[in-house]
């Protein structure tokens, strides 16, 4: 029996009240009235709501429940006609807003580093492709537009930027911004479209350590914090980033030890670094204490130098190997010059070192045993910049590592 709005008004016992096409009127023990519509789709049978009593009406739920029942009967799912309404009522967000967005929200977890590498690759390579399209309506056409500029000439980037779109995107389904699968995701879809043109990973182009002593004096006579920051880097073993962004309230001048916080590093836990006399005398006189919170600053003393200070600077110098590379060059220079152990050379580049079970039970960073290890790094790394012959100019007294050699060759 189909029911009436009077009828309707007059329920008080809790039950289910079957109307037609499939509708029916459920009453809860508190006397709430909700709308259940049932039907059939590819054989499974589904129950969706249709909203509350009085708010909606009987008329609109039958209404409803008619254009859901047509629509089973042709094969379309009602749901996914909702979802597209829904998306079609909503504001137009493109790829470029919800990329944005996703960066934003995870700024401050990243190192300024990593955040550069986000925006300078999307802006590069994916932006002027994409980043105009309605989020919604990315398919898997436009990703491999994207890609294939890139594909085979910047195989790493590409690697990166297909894995940064299919984050982006993920995000944008978890924000209700589009619905179905990620046109971007590698394992069963892309990879059966993107040839197999993907080398492994090289290691980067890394200084030779027998080189080292040469390149610190020419980097000595560099008048710039950049080329500070770089003999720290050096000296230190740490990245780029940790170096650049190194702060005064880091350093424990008392005991000659670096503390660089968790949030900084690349594996998320607090690691100390031995300062050598050499690394120790670059901070000394780098001329920011005072004046910046960040021992590298820029030159208003505002912020930290940019991320790319480093690498622009190699390239004045004309060198081809890669800042991030001098960490190879100083693990290089631990095993073929030094006895010290494989754990305590690993520590030393804030590498993890065993399993979880040993890290459980290890918890000393070794630092003691560090300390004469970075100390024989750093009297490596300026041994060419000891007080030359009479015969030589003598260095400049203005350099950093031109006054610790002095005083390692006393």
Known sequence: ????????????????????YGLSLRVSPGGAKAWIVRYTLNGKRRDDGLGKFPEVSLEDARARAMEIKLLSRKGIDPRDVKAQKALADQPVITFLDDANAYIER?????SQTHTHQWEASLRDHVFDLIGSKPVADIDTKQVTKVLDVIWRELPETARRV??????????????????????ARWQGHLRNIMPNVLPAPVPLEAMDYVLLPDFMLKLDAEDSRAARCLQFLILTGCRTAEAIGARWDEIDFEHAVWSIPAERMKGKELHQVPLSDAALAV??????????????????HSKSLAPNALRRLMKTMNQDCTVHGFRSTFRTWLQEKTDFSHDLCEICLAHVVGNATSRTYTRSNQLEKRKPMMEKWGRFAIGKTVAPRPVQPKPSARTPLAKASLRVGA
């Open 106 to 110: 995870h700024r401050k977890e990243w």
């Open 162 to 183: 297909r894995n940064r779109i299919e984050r982006v995107l993920e995000y944008s389904t978890a924000m209700g911004h589009r619905t179905g699968e990620n046109p």
């Open 1 to 20: 029996m189909a029911l009436t709005q009077k009828v309707i008004q007059n329920i008080t016992i809790p039950a289910k009240y079957p109307d037609k």
């Open 283 to 300: 901070i000394k006189e780098v001329g920011t204490r005072g004046k910046s919170d960040f021992i590298f600053s820029n030159r208003d």
